[in-house]
């Protein structure tokens, strides 16, 4: 195996071999379904009218038999050969990751069922592949529904097991129209009844790559099924969002168009992103267009299809072994092809063939692979190297409003650049002054307590610094800051109060004035007014945010206080606007803010950001004039989501990107190399840096177990995993270990000298189980009382890193020093539900592995709701996932401290002792173990040589993104 090579140590070699790395899938969240298949649905094969619409053909390349291609032939395997199609022949063969994959997930079948599965790289085109499986040269595959509806008709292949992303085994789509069409939302069959006549809009299908399902085969045959008799058809060329049907309809080419399923309410923020440069605005979008009737769920996801040579047993064999694993594809999981899937199939393919659509045709097209070609030098667009700075992002959040904390992931690149607040935080979480002339302190007076009992307030005052002004020229002045509080705090303003601290600073401001038109000064609420919030509600008239202040005690005071002054909107542009509609806005969508670069272009659906330099922004014109997120606004061909290592690779050699930033974490486990980053320095042709995610992988101890109940026990456990070869084997050794709850560069962090060491070792850990009483002669060791040590390990399989293969070396570990660990992975839904019906939640495992996603800046969540004795999930409280103490800790000294963490007004007067507050709750969490922190894991920040001052932040990802100093970013863009 190749990559042992890589491994430093021999030990770790053999432990690599334990790790199974799986290939994700699709990323895409499944489709909103408001309602089910009915049981009852009437099944139909009718064929349609020819008169209904006109058919496209395809011109077939049909082998008469075809050979998958690949390293082996046929020939070449041994007799008993179960042969996978795993990829088709269009991927390059120096892609060793697709290859690799495939024989990863076979040999997961071979030991779950006892049969030499072998995985093969297969032919050009679906038909190719579903003819292999017809002459036995292929066993089985994965397929869409289109592919097995056209095979199974001719007794080619038989099920398998069929597939649910996000638990969804299918999904449903949407008709739309205009308004002022006479068309009415409603329910079959009347909403279908008025569509007789109608011209519809469908996809062109000359240049297909996928099917067009939910665009045009699956509506077309539900509207003949029901004898809806269409007007003419209008094919619409595609546009670059794919919705060209839809821009068909609002333009008036044709009545109504389908599309992929969703909600109604959210259709008014989708306008197509090629209308953004209409004069059109999204508010006329959404008077404009209407959701007419969604489907119940009736589009399957794939399928894996067994050859109809295979017999019985052995197809009932593999089926039972692929269900009993995990799948190798993110957030898909195996179904059993039982009597619902069979009628569910059975619906579609009636749908399929009542619209004529020219399945073998389409299924003959050789795939194109163009955009995924990573040996492709990419082509510069005229100007784009001497143009802009471009950074490669994921542009699939396009189309949201350009507001402040709208948490989409490309709202969290754009936003640090064009929007300009009082004060932002650093890198290190720091804050600095940035529309503020300076940070208010007590020591400076600026923060100031006044007033007397339960009247006494904080006031925070800023100074703004001198001759500000908006990116449209207009003087920034304090009345904008009042006008700004007022705005976000109408009950009907459609974005959320969320901060560093949980609820955001500004619900807890009373009133804001401006002292002159440079000093503004924002008071807290009083004690007084605090409680009557509670019952009131405040200005938000609603008392749900404010139910902690019930029984307030003195002043409010925020932990992240600062953020007081994060609301900073143009009086004079949204004066007129109601709060309600500002989302909707064409402000929304070209913003005006006091930023260091303007929003002019894009932001659309898949289309790239441009940026351009503000000159008049408040530290200075940044030195780089055009900013783009985005490589498609260079290269066409490109992905519009992060590129993968060596199309970035491509991209830097061409010199048409610069930097990737904001890619969340390598998913290893789907394919995807950290040392294909590496090579990227190593190569000269990037900065690399290897930044850490505030998130760490963690084992839960459930108290409750008689075993782990022995402190000692727990020691032992943790001093039997060696967790640097974790680092080592799923992170490739971009991760780094923990001794807290908290990373080692959190300001709140307790310090090494002040936790302990659970270093690897093994006869540390011996010692410690036999000290507890265990005999270890045996195995699994045995106490007298309590009996054998066997331990379940409950996981789920959703982490961007081998999980599985971390699990596996934890329990080669554990074997070593006489425990028995039984693994068992488990579905999203079932590890974390609602109630105490989860695994993780309902607290029914002895180890639960896990990942966790920490809180912000100041954030206090994690002591709160994993370490506090009343956040234990039982019965009485339902287990909802807020009461997250799964280990069941309790100790009372930590349940005394939790509210001291919450004290502004202490962290603010009395910051050492607020610390040590800290300090102290990590200690006794530490000490007492009920969890052992695996490692912290790191993302990978790619800038292009010359590029210098890009800082990323480890409270990236809604708290400091990689963009938030990007006005003192200094690039060349000639060389």
Known sequence: MHAIAKCPQKRLCSLFLLFVLTLGGCNRSPSPAPTTLPATATLSTATPPATQT???????????????????????????????NYGLAIVPDDQEGWTDEGEKWAQQITTASGLNVVALQGPATDMEVLQALRDGKIDMALMSPLGYGYAHALGWVEPGVASALY??????????????????????????????????????????????????????????????????????????????????????????????????????????????????????????????????????????????????????????????????????????????????????????????????????????????????????????????????????????????????????????????????????GNYFPYLAKELPTLQNGLLRFVGEGEDEVLEVEFQLRSGLTWQDGQPLTAGDLVF???????????????????????????????????????????????????????????????????????????????????????????????????????????????????????GGDDQPVVLEAFDGFALGAPSIPRVVFGTVYADPTAWAYWQSPDQLAAALKAGIVQAQLGLPAVRSRQGEDPLAYDALAAQGLATVTWVPRYGWETLDFNLDNPHLADLRVRQAIAHAIDRQAIIDLALYGHGSLMRSYLPSWDPRYAGDDSLPDYDYDPEEARGLLQEAGYDLSQFPAVHPTLGALTLKLASMDVAPYPRPGTAALIQEELKAIGIEVQVQFYEWLEFEAY???????????????????????????????????????????????????????????????????????????????????????????????????????????????????VQPSPFAFGGVEDTWNIFSWVFDLGN
């Open 484 to 602: 700004s509080w007022e705005l976000v705090m109408q009950p009907d303003w459609p974005g959320y109060h969320w901060g560093n601290a949980g609820a955001a600073a500004e619900i807890f401001v009373s009133s804001v004035e401006a002292l002159s038109p440079e000093r503004v000064v924002y008071r807290l609420m009083s004690q007084k007014q605090a409680r009557q919030a509670a019952q009131d509600g405040g200005r938000l008239e609603d008392a749900a945010p404010y139910a902690s202040l019930a029984a307030q005690e003195g002043p409010v005071v925020p932990l992240d206080i600062l953020e007081v002054g994060r609301n900073v909107y143009p009086q004079h542009l949204l004066a007129d606007i109601p709060a309600s509609q500002v989302a909707s806005s064409d402000f929304a969508h070209r913003p005006v803010y006091a930023g260091a670069y303007r929003l002019v272009e894009g």
């Open 835 to 949: 109630d105490c019906s989860g695994i993780r939640n309902g607290r029914q495992f002895d180890l639960g592995m896990a990942g966790w996603l920490g809180g912000d800046r100041f954030d206090t969540w994690y002591p709160e709701h994993v370490t506090a004795s009343w956040s234990i999930p039982t019965e009485e409280n339902g287990c909802p996932l807020d009461n997250a103490n799964w280990s069941g800790w309790r100790n009372a000294r930590v349940d005394e401290i939790i509210p001291l963490l919450n004290d502004g007004r202490l962290a603010l007067e009395h910051p050492g002792e607020y610390l040590a507050l800290w300090r102290e709750h990590q200690q006794l969490w530490a000490n007492e173990l009920p969890s052992l922190p695996l490692f912290n894991w790191q993302r990978p920040v790619v800038t292009a040589p010359g590029l210098q001052g």
């Open 54 to 84: 006109a058919t496209i053909t395809f011109t077939p390349t049909i082998a008469p038999s075809a050979t998958p291609a690949g390293t082996a032939t046929p020939t070449e395997l041994p007799e008993d050969a179960i042969v996978l």
């Open 167 to 428: 638990g969804e085994s299918a999904s449903s789509f949407t008709f739309v129209s205009r308004t002022d069409t006479g068309l009415i939302p409603g329910e079959p069959p009347e909403v279908l009844a008025q569509l007789a006549g109608k011209r519809p809009c469908w996809p062109a299908l000359e240049d297909l790559l996928f099917p067009p399902e939910q665009e045009y085969i699956l509506p077309l045959g539900l509207l003949v099924q029901a004898g809806v008799e269409l007007g003419e058809s209008v094919f619409v060329p595609r546009t670059p969002a794919g919705l060209n049907q839809v821009v068909g309809v609002f333009r008036g080419e044709c009545d109504f168009a389908a599309m992929d399923s969703l909600y109604a309410e959210n259709f008014a923020n989708m306008m197509p992103g090629e209308l953004d440069n209409s004069g059109l605005t999204f508010a006329e979008w959404a008077a404009q267009m209407q959701v007419l009737y969604t489907t119940p769920p009736i589009k399957p996801w794939t399928l894996l299809a067994f050859s109809a040579n295979l017999d019985t047993d052995t197809r009932q064999q593999l089926a039972d072994a692929i269900r009993s694993k995990p799948s190798p594809f993110e957030s898909v999981s195996w179904l059993a092809f039982d009597e619902q899937q069979a009628a569910l199939y059975d619906y579609y393919q009636g749908l399929v063939t009542a619209s004529s659509f020219d399945v073998a045709g389409y299924l003959s097209k050789p795939w194109v692979l163009a955009q995924y070609d990573v040996d492709a030098q990419p082509t510069a667009a005229p100007g784009s190297l001497t143009d802009a700075l471009v950074i490669d992002a994921d542009l699939s959040g396009g189309g949201e409003p350009f507001l402040p904390y709208n948490n989409t992931v490309l709202n969290r690149q754009v936003m640090p650049a064009i929007y300009a607040e009082l004060a932002r935080l650093d890198a290190d």
